[in-house]
T-cell receptor, first 114, second 113 residues
Framework: KAGVTQTPRYLIKTRGQQVTLSCSPI?????VSWYQQTPGQGLQFLFE???????NKGNFPGRFSGRQFSNSRSEMNVSTLELGDSALYLC?????????????FGQGTRLTVV | DQQVKQNSPSLSVQEGRISILNCDYT??????FLWYKKYPAEGPTFLIS?????DKNEDGRFTVFLNKSAKHLSLHIVPSQPGDSAVYFC????????????FGKGTRLSVIA
C-alpha cells in the first residue's frame, strides 16, 4: 500500500512569488491535513480537507490556501511568498476527519524562500 | 495559546536505560492522544496512541501513560536504543468536534551508546 506522496520534495522560490504543493493521500483516505514545521515551533496546523470540503483552518493568513480534488488529492498554495514562509510543509492523510484515527504523513516539501 | 505542551526541548539518555518523554495538555475535550517520531528530512511516523478511556497502552518497548486528572501523558521507551534518537511529537484530538490533531513542539531525544 503506497504511503502519502508529496511533491516536490524541495523547492526554492523568490520573495513575492507563489507556490503550489501537492499531496496524494493513502488510497481510501478521504481526509488530508497540511502542517507547517519550522525550527522550534513544532507542527502548526494549516487546514484540513475532507471530501473536497475544508473542515478546519488554522491561524494562517489568507495567502495560504488549499483545495482537495474528487480523488482526495490535495494541493496547497502560498501566494506572495515571504522569507518567513521557509519551512517544511507536511501533508497527512487519515481515513476520517477528527476522532480516534491516526494520521499518516508524507515526507514533506522543504520550501526555501530567498 | 498552546493546547499541547512539551516542555523539554531535548533529552539525552544512555543506551539501555529508560527514556521518559512528557506532554501536558490544556483542552479537556481532548480524548485521543498520539506520539509521533520524526527523523530529519522525513515526515513524522505514528508510534503509539491512547484513548482517554485507558490510562496505559503498551507496544513493545513503548508505553504511553495517561493521567487525565493532571492532563498529562508520558511516553516511556525501555530499553532505549541509538536508533530511537529522533524528535518525538505528542498530539491530541477531540473525537466529538471534527477537530484536527494538535501537536506539541517536540522533544529531541538523543540516545548515547
Amino acid at each position: 500500500k503506497a504511503g502519502v506522496t508529496q511533491t516536490p520534495r524541495y523547492l526554492i522560490k523568490t520573495r513575492g512569488q507563489q507556490v503550489t504543493l501537492s499531496c496524494s493521500p493513502i488510497s481510501g483516505h478521504r481526509s488530508v491535513s497540511w502542517y507547517q514545521q519550522t525550527p522550534g515551533q513544532g507542527l502548526q496546523f494549516l487546514f484540513e480537507y475532507f471530501s473536497e470540503t475544508q473542515r478546519n483552518k488554522g491561524n494562517f493568513p489568507g495567502r495560504f490556501s488549499g483545495r482537495q480534488f474528487s480523488n482526495s488529492r490535495s494541493e496547497m498554495n502560498v501566494s506572495t511568498l515571504e522569507l518567513g514562509d521557509s519551512a517544511l510543509y507536511l501533508c497527512a492523510s487519515s481515513l476520517d476527519t477528527g476522532g480516534n484515527t491516526e494520521a499518516f504523513f508524507g515526507q514533506g516539501t522543504r520550501l526555501t524562500v530567498v | 495559546d498552546q493546547q499541547v505542551k512539551q516542555n523539554s526541548p531535548s533529552l539525552s539518555v544512555q543506551e539501555g536505560r529508560i527514556s521518559i518523554l512528557n506532554c501536558d495538555y490544556t483542552n479537556s475535550m481532548f480524548d485521543y492522544f498520539l506520539w509521533y517520531k520524526k527523523y530529519p528530512a522525513e515526515g513524522p511516523t505514528f508510534l503509539i496512541s491512547i484513548s482517554s478511556i485507558k490510562d496505559k497502552n503498551e507496544d513493545g518497548r513503548f508505553t504511553v501513560f495517561l493521567n487525565k486528572s493532571a492532563k498529562h501523558l508520558s511516553l516511556h521507551i525501555v530499553p532505549s536504543q541509538p536508533g530511537d534518537s529522533a524528535v518525538y511529537f505528542c498530539a491530541a484530538s477531540a473525537s466529538g468536534g471534527n477537530t484536527p490533531l494538535v501537536f506539541g513542539k517536540g522533544t529531541r531525544l538523543s540516545v548515547i551508546a
